[in-house]
């Protein structure tokens, strides 16, 4: 909290006490009758009260999580136990939220009186964010004193991307033996038909089928694929983000993770996310509404940190469950990504990547496909330039094909994912994919 004199209080001054200078050195009272006014402005601007002060009281937000584009209420309350003539409340957003209106109010407040001020926000991109300042300035009646005030808002709110309703879960190889949605390849008690054969020694009475027993004239069993559960962990790439506003590779990973994470939790899967950036952030395998919440939070609260290449952690494989699939949506562009994928798959974990199609538009810069970063083209290219733009093309393709195939000799599954259509047909197309993969393995 600061307060100062203002610029009137000073021409005030200068004006009024000047004239009164003046008239003793000229002996005239002509001087003294023109500074007069100004001398009164600061008497009675003195009796009125000096530092009128506002304060906060309260500081809410209208919802704690919302998606892209839904609008957030900034609400609070104001008070003072004395006359505020003039008050400006200002409030600092950053760039991921986008005022409706103006971020800026004026007013005054009677005493001992409360008066509400509520400003209308724009969630723009994913993420955790909220407003970080709020400015109160008040003056007295005739603007001569000023106390300002900033005041820190630590309410937060979590954006979602707008992720897709699943139906399709991730094909798995290993389950769990506890009950689920996934079906297994073993025969047992469960949902889904496994085939129809006579009857043999030792198995149970209840499996017996009377209907299909009385057809056929011998006594018939019914076998049947349990439906159980596995462990999922969902491998983020925040080494490097590709792309410009929100066409960008980590906003696919999160949105597909996000709609994954929901999807398997609702099939009693466990999930649990392994974040690789300039570190390594862990969060084991859980089941239920919680465990949702914090891998929810985790990954909206992801951030890419570049540059720190030689300040990598190793990945904790020791401490990932047995039997369970990673599964990563990544560019595969990070060199420290595809080598902790390929130390996953040597530890037995069956690893699938959904590899977001890049397209490299614009010529590129020294370095550029080491960072992701592309230049958009422009209308004005020249024939060198568009050139260049092809060739760059051609060799991010060639690499992306190149690493392809590294990963899948390496028993690693890469599936392109076009970003532009709805994930539910890249995982239904998977089952096949997964299908002809593991019988070549």
Same mark, same amino acid.
């Given at each position: 909290m600061s307060q100062h004199l203002t610029s009137r209080f000073w021409l005030c001054a200068v004006l009024g006490w000047g004239s009164v200078l003046l008239a003793v050195l000229v002996k005239e009272v002509e001087p003294l009758a023109l500074g007069l006014p100004f001398i009164w402005a600061l008497v009675f601007s003195f009796v009125d009260g000096w530092w009128p002060h506002a304060s906060i009281d309260e500081i809410t937000l209208s919802s704690i999580r919302i998606v892209e584009g839904d609008k957030l209420?900034?609400?609070m309350v104001l008070s003072s136990s004395r006359p505020v003539p003039w008050f400006e409340v200002e409030v600092q957003v950053p760039a991921l939220l986008t005022p409706v209106g103006t971020l800026r109010t004026v007013g005054s407040l009677p005493a001992n009186t409360v008066r509400p001020v509520n400003i209308e926000l724009v969630a723009n991109r994913w993420g955790v964010t909220g407003p970080q300042w709020?400015?109160?300035?008040?003056?007295?009646?005739?603007?001569?004193?000023?106390?300002?005030?900033?005041?820190? *808002?630590?309410?937060? *709110?979590?954006?979602?991307?707008?992720?897709?309703? %699943?139906?399709s879960l991730i094909p798995l190889e290993k389950t769990r033996q506890v009950t689920g949605d996934h079906r297994s390849t073993r025969r047992g008690g469960g949902t889904e038909l496994a085939e129809v054969r006579p009857y043999r020694s030792g198995d149970p009475v209840r499996m017996i089928h009377s209907r299909l027993s009385a057809r056929r004239g011998t006594p018939m069993v019914l076998e049947r694929h349990p439906d159980q559960s596995a #462990?999922?962990?969902?491998? *983020? #790439?925040?080494?490097?983000?590709?792309?410009?506003? @929100?066409?960008?590779?980590?906003?696919?990973?999160?949105?597909?993770?996000?709609?994954?994470?929901?999807?398997? %939790?609702?099939?009693? #899967?466990?999930?649990?996310? @392994?974040?690789?950036?300039?570190?390594?952030?862990?969060?084991?395998?859980? @089941?239920?509404?919680?465990?949702l919440h914090n891998i929810v939070d985790a990954l909206l609260s992801t951030v890419v940190l570049q540059g720190r290449a030689g300040d990598q952690q190793t990945v904790p494989v020791a401490r990932i469950p047995r039997g369970a699939t990673v599964f990563c949506v990544s560019p595969l562009i990070s060199t420290v990504v595809r080598q902790d994928l390929v130390v996953l798959r040597r530890r037995g974990h069956e690893v699938i990547v959904i590899q977001p199609e890049m397209r490299v538009s614009g010529a590129q810069g020294?370095?550029?496909?080491?960072?992701?970063?592309?230049?958009?083209?422009?209308?004005?290219?020249?024939?060198? #330039?568009?050139?260049?733009?092809?060739?760059?093309?051609?060799?991010?393709?060639?690499?992306?094909? *190149?690493?392809?195939?590294?990963?899948?000799?390496?028993?690693?599954?890469?599936?392109?994912?076009n970003p532009n259509e709805p994930l539910e047909p890249t995982l239904q197309r998977m089952g096949q994919h997964l299908g002809r993969f593991r019988s070549k393995v």
């Open positions: 209420m900034l609400s709020i400015t109160i300035v008040g003056r007295d009646r005739l603007g001569m004193t000023e106390r300002v005030q900033h005041v820190a *808002v630590a309410n937060r *709110v979590r954006v979602h991307p707008p992720t897709e309703r %699943l139906t #462990d999922i962990v969902i491998f *983020v #790439d925040s080494v490097q983000d590709i792309g410009a506003g @929100l066409e960008t590779s980590l906003r696919w990973t999160v949105t597909a993770a996000i709609a994954l994470t929901q999807r398997h %939790l609702r099939s009693m #899967d466990r999930v649990g996310v @392994l974040d690789r950036g300039a570190g390594v952030r862990w969060l084991p395998p859980e @089941l239920g509404r919680r465990a020294p370095g550029a496909a080491g960072s992701g970063i592309s230049a958009p083209s422009g209308l004005g290219q020249t024939g060198q #330039d568009r050139s260049g733009s092809m060739l760059a093309e051609r060799v991010f393709r060639v690499g992306n094909e *190149v690493t392809r195939r590294s990963l899948t000799e390496q028993g690693i599954v890469v599936i392109p994912w």
